[in-house]
C-alpha cells in the first residue's frame, strides 16, 4: 500500500480531497501530510452551502493532526474560496477542520476529551500543546457550546458570586437549577453583572423564569426587578445565606461574651466558636453533652444561639400564614434580647423579609448546585495556568456548562 493511501484511511480523506504525498522527518519525528483535490470549479458555499463558483486558493496552511505511531503529524492543504452572491468570498468548509482553528478536528475532540478529566497542564504536556494552544481550543469550545444551546425553559435560576483569587475580585455566576449548569458568567457582582445575562435569553425563556434564589445583594434584586416581569414574588433570599448572616451574628456575641468571662477567669466559652456554628444534630455523645451544658446555660452567647436555630426553623414551615407569625414572634424576641448583633440582624431580615417568605413556595436555594460548586472548586484548583479572567471564565463554561463541545467535523 502506498503511504499516501494508507494516510487517507487514517485520516479519512474523502473526495475531493485526496492524500498527494507523505514525508517522513524521521530525524524531527514528524509526518508530514500533503492534501490536494480534484481540479474542481465549483464549491459550496461555507455559510449557506449555495454552489458558488471557485475565487482562488489561500496560501498554504498546516494542521496539527492527532500523532500517528508517535509521529508529529502535520496536515497542510491550501483551501479554496468560493464566491458567493450573498456571502461574498469565503473559504470553502474543510472535512478534517473547523474554520480558523490550527488543529484538526479529531486533535481537538480529543483535547477536548481529556480535558475534561485531566488538568491543562497534564493536556499540554501530554500533547505537546501550548498554553495559548490549549485556551484556543476551550475557547473554540465554548463559543460552539454557547451557539449550540437550545432555548430551553429555565423555571429556577440561582445567582451566585464568586471570589476569584485573593483580593476580593468577583464573578457572578447564573446557574440553572433544575439542570445543575452554569448559564452565564460575568466579571464583578455589579448590577450590569447580571444585566448582561437578560439579553442572552429569548423571550420565552425569560417568560419562564418562576423563581431565583440569591443573597440578599441589592445590586442582582435590581437587575431581576428590571429585567423580570413581576419580579418580586419571584426573588428568593438564599437561605444558607441567611443561616450565614445569623452565624456571624451569634460569634459577635460569642467573641465579646468570652473576652468579659476571661477577664473574671471565667474560660467556658474557650475554643467553643465552631460548636455554636454547626449542627448539634451532627455531634456526638461526650461532645454533645457538653455542648447541651452550654446551650441551655444563662450565657449570652446561648441565648444568641437560641435565637439562631428558631430563625431558621422558619425555613419548615408550609404554610404562609404560621411563618408570618412565626417571624413576628421571633422578630420580637430578637429586639428585645439585649443583645445588639441580633437585633441588627433581626432587623435586616425583617426589611428582607417578603423575598424570604418567597422560598416557602419556590423551595429554591443556591445549594441545589452544590456538586457544580465542586466542580467549579476543581477548575479554580486547577486554574493555575490561567493568565486572566477570560480563561477562568471560559474554564467555568467548559465544564460546568453541560454543553456540547465538540468540533462539528467529528460528529
Ligand atoms: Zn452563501
Redesign the pocket.
Known sequence: MQDSELYSRILGIAAPWRVERVELKLQQGEVHVYLGHEDKQDWP??????R?ALYDHQAERQWRHLDTCQYRTILHASPPRSE????GV?VVKLPWAEANSRFTALMEGLAIAWLKHASQKAVAEQLGLSWDEIHGIMERAVERGLARRQAEKIPYLGVDEKAFRKGHKYLTLVNDLSRNRVLYVAEDREQRSLDGFWPTLTEEQRESVEAVAMDMWDPYVDSVREHVREADPKIVFDKFHIAKHLGEAVDRVRRREHKALKAEGDDRLTGTKYDWLRNPTNMEGEQRREFAQLKYSELKTARAWALKETAMAFFNYVYERPARKHFHWWYNWAVRSRLPPMKEVAAMLKRRFENIITYLRHQITNAASESLNAKIQWVKYTARGFRNKQNFINAIYFHCGDLDLAPSATK
Open positions: 458555499c461555507a455559510e449557506c452551502g449555495a458558488c458567493c452572491a450573498e456571502h469565503r
